[in-house]
């Protein structure tokens, strides 16, 4: 059974930074493309980055790009959203999800449960 | 960034009726376009890929269709658990975008 489990949601200040973990498991990590979609309280869903199968290639949401910093480790089987300079309008429950292609965005298959992030002072 | 237009943004309908949610997209997207439902408090589900493509164990009652710029997401006969929030996506090009969102309420 796929299991994606985000952790490291608290609160933090405008300006701060926070890492966001997924453990990933029941599938071979390293064949997959893994996404970050956030979503704002009884707002929309919002993609925010992706990472290839290998970390060869990311790519950002307009509004996180130079601020947030997706990463892979798939010795762990597990995925990172590095999260600086942050806003109250980053302000979500953060989602990762797997995606059914290695290398681009075709689907997401599955998704975790999510990791709440409140910026506010 | 490409523009993803869902409506309505919300309907009411009844156990049974047949419902319509329309996706539009600001360019051409192919049939690279995706659905998904999500219930309150849970991670959504996707339920069409590739604009028309069922996904495995979702019901027969839910079809897509459409190319380009205009898709639709159709639920053949209402089922007290479809009363909830669908999403339509694109990934023919990063930034990936959803759409607003179209709530079913119960009428």
């Known amino acids: 059974e796929v299991q994606l489990v985000e952790s490291g949601g608290v609160v933090v200040q405008p300006g701060g930074s926070l890492r966001l973990s997924c453990a990933a498991s029941g599938f071979t990590f390293d064949d997959y493309a893994m996404h970050w979609v956030r979503q704002a309280p009884g707002k929309g869903l919002e993609w925010v980055s992706i990472?290839?199968?290998?970390?060869?290639?990311?790519y950002y949401a307009d509004s996180v790009k130079g601020r947030f910093t997706i990463s892979r480790d798939n010795s762990e089987n597990s995925l990172y959203l590095q999260m600086n300079s942050l806003r109250t309008e980053d302000t979500a429950l953060y989602y990762c999800?797997?995606?059914?292609?290695?290398?681009?965005?075709?689907?997401?298959?599955?998704w975790g449960q999510g990791t709440l992030v409140t910026v506010s002072s | 960034d490409i523009q993803m237009t869902q409506s309505p943004s919300s309907l009411s309908a009844s156990v049974g009726d047949r419902v319509t949610i329309t996706c539009r997209a600001s360019q051409s997207i192919s049939r690279y376009l995706n659905w998904y439902q999500q219930k309150p408090g849970k991670a959504p589900k996707v339920l069409i890929y590739a604009a028309s493509s069922l996904q495995s164990g979702v019901p027969s009652r839910f079809s897509g269709s459409g190319s380009g710029t205009d898709f639709t997401l159709t639920i053949s006969s209402l089922q007290p658990e479809d009363f909830v929030i669908y999403f339509c996506?694109?990934?023919?090009?990063?930034?990936?975008?959803f759409g607003g969102g179209t709530k079913v309420e119960i009428k």
């Open positions: 990472i290839s199968w290998d970390g060869g290639s990311t």
């Open positions: 996506q694109q990934v023919y090009i990063t930034p990936l975008t």
């Open positions: 999800a797997k995606d059914v292609a290695a290398r681009h965005a075709e689907y997401f298959q599955h």
